[in-house]
């Protein structure tokens, strides 16, 4: 999993598919013996940080057992910073994901997003909290199979409440700064598996949200 800064939209989007470059220093960390570890590679990070978690547990029930996941996790995201979770499968990655990304909430411990605790936020408000700040790059892409890929990329949008033609416009741009230029009317099962994971990397990055959540190493 990584994250990364997302630059926000304009009318000269022509940097979204570069998210992460001229890296500086470089620092890791293991989080307990098989647990994911984190790789953290910063770019002029400065200010407040836009997300802490302070002592993240989540445990999940096995019929009469409970299953802890994450143990722990103490971390620290600031502008500008890209950072690596690395870690075995099982290890929880996708479960800290979906934490830090406002979509499933902690057993124990505390999240905060620029200062705001996740935990004094309600369903609604979550849901606006993922919808302005960020973008989400899934294992399996999870796109939609009967609209096309310039529909599916727009999708985020339509909820941000964009209209039509904006929306229509910043999704074709997006999908040709990917290269994908001559495939924006083709559904997702007209594509190659390389050229799908390019349509859920446009989608993440349609509203130009803060952070960019991706649950698998992206490649060209």
């Known amino acids: 999993m990584t994250i990364s800064q997302s630059p926000k939209p304009s009318s000269e989007d022509s940097s979204e598919s570069s998210t992460a470059q001229n890296l500086g220093s470089h620092t890791s960390a293991n989080r307990s013996s098989n647990s994911a570890k984190t790789n953290t590679a910063t770019h002029s990070a400065s200010g407040k940080p836009i997300m802490e978690l302070s002592g993240i547990i989540r445990e999940f029930p096995a019929g009469e057992q409970t299953i ?7 971390l620290t995201i ?23 990304g ?68 910043r999704a074709e741009k997006l999908l040709t700064d990917l290269g ?3 495939k924006v009317n083709n559904r997702p099962n007209q594509l190659s598996g390389g050229q799908q994971q390019r349509v859920s990397v446009a989608r993440a990055l349609m ?12 490649v060209p």
Do not use: W
């Open 68 to 74: 802890r996941v994450l143990h722990d996790i103490n």
């Open 78 to 100: 600031h502008q500008g910073e890209m950072v690596a979770i690395i870690g075995q499968s099982g290890s929880g990655k996708s479960t800290l994901m979906n934490i830090l």
């Open 102 to 169: 406002c979509l499933d909430q902690a057993t124990a411990g505390d999240y905060k997003i620029y200062g705001q605790s996740a935990r004094k936020l309600d369903a609604d408000q979550l849901a606006e909290l993922r919808r302005e700040h960020f973008g989400f790059i899934f294992q399996r892409y999870h796109l939609l199979g009967d609209i096309s890929a310039k529909d599916n990329v727009a999708v985020p949008a339509v909820y941000a409440g964009m209209d039509t033609e904006a929306r229509t416009n």
């Open 180 to 182: 994908l230029g001559n």
């Open 207 to 218: 509203n130009g949200g803060d952070v960019i959540l991706a649950d698998e190493q992206l």
